[in-house]
């Protein structure tokens, strides 16, 4: 079985930086159709979220829906489930990783986003999406840790790395897991694994991985090794 594109962005999605990125996603996968999640959005203002979305996908060419899934009970609804299992680009936005993660853990739609994306669906996840599959996962009440879902397992994600408060990214340096890696993305930029494994990033700023105190810097157009 072969995964399809994994982006996990910094936070800034559907925006000038992330254009090229996205129109490659949907040329990988072969999207006329991308499906939006806006859960995290839930508590700011989703459906601004989701007409943003639409008129950034659509001027890619492309439709856009947004699922109306804002809660646990709808994310359990199975006709929505479904329509996911057949999606080929899945994009989980940006709001509150821990809303959203009550939202999906063992629901029935995180499985099938799980069976789209291990069957060739490009998945993108931004700023709390991002934060939420990777695990462990970056606490936002303070930058210590807590349980993600794991898609990406011993990865944590530390979105608007280039604008965070000093103390917070400290801070998560500081109570890293001695088993994983961290990894600080900027606004507009993604860390991307290519369904070959390969890790690399793509937008308009950098990342950067901390194991302990080691801290290495990646530009847009390279590749990410040490992430094998």
């Given at each position: ?150 898609l990406v397992p011993n990865l944590a994600v530390f979105p608007y790395h280039g604008t965070a408060a000093d103390h917070m990214r400290e801070r998560s340096i500081d109570l890293l897991p001695a ?50």
């Amino acid at each position: 079985m072969t995964s399809g594109p994994l982006a996990l962005v910094g936070g800034g999605e559907w925006r000038d930086g992330c254009r090229d990125l996205d129109t490659e996603l949907l040329a990988t996968s072969g999207a006329k159709e991308v499906v939006v999640v806006p859960a995290a959005a839930a508590f700011e203002h989703p459906d601004k979220v989701g007409l943003r979305a639409g008129e950034y996908f659509e001027s890619l060419g492309v439709k856009c829906r947004v699922l109306p899934v804002l809660h646990r009970a709808e994310a359990d609804d199975g006709r929505i489930a479904e329509s996911v299992r057949r999606a080929k680009f899945v994009y989980l936005c940006d709001g509150s990783p821990l809303h959203l993660r009550s939202v999906l853990k063992d629901s029935a739609l995180w499985d099938a986003l799980l069976a789209a994306y291990h069957g060739g669906a490009a998945l993108a996840a931004s700023g709390a999406g991002a934060t939420l599959v990777g695990d462990p996962m970056v606490d936002p009440r303070g930058g210590a840790y807590t349980v993600g879902l794991g898609l990406v397992p011993n990865l944590a994600v530390f979105p608007y790395h280039g604008t965070a408060a000093d103390h917070m990214r400290e801070r998560s340096i500081d109570l890293l897991p001695a088993a994983a890696k961290l990894v600080g993305i900027d606004e507009e930029t993604a860390l991307v694994r290519d369904p070959d494994g390969g890790w690399r990033v793509a937008g308009a700023g950098v990342v950067s991985l901390y194991e302990g105190r080691s801290t290495r810097q990646f530009a847009s157009g390279t590749k990410v090794d040490v992430l094998g």
